[in-house]
């Protein structure tokens, strides 16, 4: 629930903003820009440097070394956005920024696409409109090699995050395809290291939905479960596995991790290697579960339960007229999440961009806290262990002064107390002896007498 009202509420894609430090007037606003789905981003920190142009310009052979700069403008067109970006790599460079074709609007979620070879790049880049890229192309056109950089373009960025107290964190899965294990399966360490942290996790798993109301799609019935309300395509064309098969582990899985968080990682980590068919999903699942420590009884009853009736919302066995509970949780956060490659991670409703890998998602969700925990000092810009506020600090040192003030105060009037009441109890009780003994040898004195 917590989820689903973040996205209400942030469904909005932040974006950072492009900035050009030097010469001020060379652009005065700042550039919209997307970023790439390769390489190592560096969320939450910023990157400054001289911008260098490429030659040859389009990128798409080997880049001339760069000699300083860090940063390098690259055209658009005649090989893929993972070729330009490598070979500005290889050339040394810490960055690239290529021009669009054009000057529509950066929508969000447009990325420079992978081209299956983006694991071998390391460094982030960026798409930039082709007016900021001409203005930034004809500077860098007009100083050469040698100038002192104070002639050059320096650009600032900051890879932006959305910040808050509690920090949400989708994981958006396909069972049948093994990136998103080896996502799930690097991220399990930092999974450990932020558990006892405010952050709240959800699984959405790569699902869709033809009912009634789904114009001009078919599709089998072996495929679907609830009236074709929960579907994914056959997973082995005319094997016997169905779809089917695999709605149903998403539910067995969505269970696990609903109750057994920890234990969910390990599962997910021997399904990846031992249960390759899905006509045996199901026995492969329980063995699992019995090898893991996962109660089976547990997971079936909230298998179970999840399936309810239309009408009154009561469980139900009849999955025909049933929806289901935690499957339609999934299907309302892909559609407001605004998801639409799997596997992916969202960040307080942020998309996660470049090379997906257990640290990045760490460093994300690390920058995501307002104050960041001890556990993410490795990720943070500048990080500093979170102390109190001042104001608190005195406040404190203030009430501690009066309280051993109150206690001193107490111990001498204690002492006083006790003084007064020894004199005003005591001397009495010792001159009432004193007398007493004196009586006593008065009258011891008197009987002597009267004896002789």
């Not at 389009?58 to 970006?85: D, M, Q, W």
């Not at 071998?120 to 100038?147: C, G, M, R, T, W």
């Not at 943070?380 to 001193?408: H, K, N, R």
Request: hydrophobic residues 35%; charged residues 20%.
């Amino acid at each position: 629930m917590y989820n689903i009202l973040l996205l209400i509420c942030i469904i909005t894609v932040i974006q950072s903003k492009l900035k050009v430090i030097r010469p001020q007037n060379l652009i005065n606003e700042y550039i919209d820009y997307s970023i790439a789905n390769f390489g190592i981003i560096p969320f939450g920190h910023r990157l400054m440097g001289i911008v260098d142009l490429a030659y040859p310009q389009n990128g798409c052979s080997e880049l001339r070394p760069t000699y300083g700069a860090h940063f390098i403008l690259i055209e658009r067109g005649n090989c893929t956005f993972v070729t330009k970006v490598k070979n500005a790599e290889k050339a040394g460079y810490q960055m690239a920024i290529i021009g669009n074709y054009n000057d529509d609007k950066m929508l969000s979620d447009f990325t420079m696409a992978d081209d299956g070879q983006g694991y071998q790049v390391s460094i982030p880049s960026v798409f930039i409109k082709k007016k900021h890229f001409d203005i930034l192309k004809q500077n860098a056109q007009s100083y050469k090699v040698e100038d002192p950089n104070d002639f050059k373009i320096m650009m600032l960025l900051k890879f932006d995050v959305v910040q808050s107290d509690k920090v949400s964190v989708i994981f958006g899965l396909n069972i049948q395809d093994r990136e998103s294990f080896r996502i799930v399966d690097e991220y399990q360490p930092y999974y450990q290291k932020l558990k006892d942290q405010d952050v709240n996790y959800t699984l959405v798993y790569f699902m869709m939905s033809f009912n009634e109301t789904t114009s001009g799609i078919t599709q089998k019935d072996a495929d679907c479960i609830c009236s074709n309300r929960y579907c994914v395509f056959d997973p082995d064309g005319y094997g016997i596995g169905t779809g089917r098969d695999v709605v149903y582990e998403i539910l067995r899985q969505t269970c696990i991790f609903q109750k057994y968080p920890d234990k969910w990682f390990q599962y997910m980590d021997e399904f990846n290697f031992k249960c390759a068919k899905p006509q045996a999903y199901s026995v492969c699942s329980q063995q699992i579960m019995e090898t893991q420590g996962i109660p089976k009884t547990e997971i079936q009853n909230c298998f179970d339960e999840s399936f309810v009736d239309k009408n009154t919302s009561q469980p139900t066995k009849n999955e025909t007229n049933a929806i289901n509970i935690l499957l339609e949780n999934q299907l309302h956060i892909y559609q407001v999440s605004g998801i639409n490659v799997f596997p992916a991670v969202l960040v307080n409703s942020m998309a996660y961009k470049g090379q997906f890998s257990g640290q990045g998602i760490f460093g994300e969700i690390c920058n995501s806290f307002l104050t960041p925990p001890p556990e993410c000092s490795s990720e943070i810009e500048g990080y500093s262990p979170p102390v109190l506020d001042q104001s608190i600090t005195l406040y404190l040192l203030i009430l501690a002064a009066f309280v051993v003030l109150f206690f001193l105060l107490g111990f001498c009037l204690f002492r006083k107390m006790i003084k007064s009441d020894g004199e005003r109890v005591t001397k009495p009780q010792v001159n009432e002896m004193v007398s007493q003994y004196i009586k006593f040898y008065e009258g011891k004195d008197k009987q002597k007498e009267g004896s002789i």
